[in-house]
């Protein structure tokens, strides 16, 4: 066991002492001397329990040995984050619970009258049933990976709720009926490309980096290309080799309880979704392959790469286009489709007539150009709808 792991559980233990000195210490000093003995037993046995339980965790961790690579790290902080998504849901609603509680009792019983506080009751419920579905997510990463609980115990750096919850919303955009509408837009120009280009059961080998939670490259893949859906992100990485193995229908999500705001009813904020809308497994998707890994440090060649909603996240997106060129064979096609909603520290921020001013430099020739507008894993009964105008052409390596 490392160093720096023990260093955390010590904390952690430390943590927890202070806690129940500072509990019990409160509730001494208000309770009545009659009682000051079965209190200090109590806390006695809670600071008991807590220092077992962490002796457990550092003799478990001391077995253990710390993950290999970073990569491993990072595949055990997203496993250590999809299980704290319940844990984290309930500290959310607590919060809310906790400000509803300071108005005054006159507003908390108008309030309450309208059925918020019951709304809220039932939010709880509904994301104890998404923590179950990403609970089977964390359980299959477990046993794909052979993850232990010791090496979950050299998490320092969880991965953040908000990724599940989009992880989540993913499954909806991606595999749902709900998410049919997204798709219809996005997937059409870049599929109706790849088809006019290699005609259907062409065995061409097509990439799609930033390959989210799958569906693309499912649907390029039954054209019946050799399709490598790549992903930089565990988490997403994951929902896709999840979505792979379900059934039509086999599973439920509610999407839409993370957001309290622009909501117009609790019935709306509390419908299910179910996915996938179809079963993988009962079409012929052989030439489909899932791999997690920065598509910068790829080599395999491609005869076409196909981008969405993509190339705005790169830091620098001339690394991304001489990698792209650098993949593809001579007079292969590179089919793009998406927005220039650059990250929080590009080192160039291009506008779309930029960009068509700089493919032909690098190795591109442009062959078509068109532009779109669409949601981004939308709800689509909420009352604030947002847009993104999309950018997208294919370009040959010239």
């Not at 379900?246 to 609790?266: D, K, R």
Request: proline share 4%.
């Amino acid at each position: 066991m490392n160093r720096l792991a023990a260093d955390t559980l010590l904390k952690k233990t430390l943590l927890r002492s202070s806690i129940v000195l500072v509990v019990y210490s409160a509730i001494a000093h208000n309770a009545p001397p009659q009682y000051s003995k079965w209190f200090a037993l109590l806390v006695f046995f809670a600071a008991m329990l807590a220092l077992l339980r962490s002796l457990l965790r550092f003799q478990l961790a001391r077995l253990t040995p710390p993950p290999e690579s970073n990569d491993r790290l990072a595949l055990i902080d997203t496993v250590a984050g999809l299980l704290a998504y319940p844990g984290e849901m309930h500290r959310f609603y607590a919060r809310r619970r906790l400000l509803f509680s300071r108005m005054s009792a006159r507003h908390q019983h108008l309030v309450s009258g309208t059925g918020y506080a019951k709304r809220l009751a039932e939010l709880g419920r509904l994301a104890d049933r998404n923590g179950e579905l990403a609970t089977r997510i964390a359980k299959l990463a477990e046993k794909q990976y052979n993850i232990t609980r010791g090496e979950l115990l050299y998490s320092r750096h969880p991965v953040a709720n908000a990724r599940v919850v989009e992880l989540l919303k993913h499954f909806v955009r991606d595999w749902s009926d709900e998410g049919k509408r997204e798709r219809d837009v996005l997937f059409p120009p870049i599929i109706d490309a790849i088809k006019q280009e290699f005609g259907v059961r062409s065995n061409k080998r097509v990439l799609v980096p930033g390959a989210g939670v799958g569906r693309l490259a499912y649907e390029i893949s039954l054209l019946g290309c050799e399709t490598e859906a790549n992903e930089f992100s565990q988490l997403m990485h994951l929902g896709n080799l999840f979505a792979l193995e379900q059934i039509a229908e086999s599973c439920t999500v509610y999407p839409f309880i993370h957001n309290l705001s622009h909501q117009t009813t609790g019935t709306q904020q509390f419908r299910a979704v179910r996915f996938p809308d179809t079963t993988p497994a009962d079409k012929d998707h052989s030439g489909l392959e899932v791999r997690y890994g920065d598509f910068l440090q790829l080599k395999t060649r491609y005869d076409a790469i196909a981008t969405l909603f993509f190339i705005d996240t790169a830091e620098n997106v001339l690394d991304y286009i001489d990698t792209i060129k650098r993949l593809l064979v001579p007079g292969g096609i590179w089919v793009n489709y998406g927005p220039l909603k650059w990250g929080t520290a590009p080192k160039a921020e291009m506008t779309a007539e930029e960009m068509e001013l700089l493919l032909p430099k690098m190795g591109f020739t442009i062959e078509k150009r068109w532009s779109g507008q669409a949601e981004y894993v939308a709800d689509s009964e909420s009352m604030w709808r947002g847009f993104y105008g999309l950018e997208g052409w294919i370009a040959r390596k010239s």
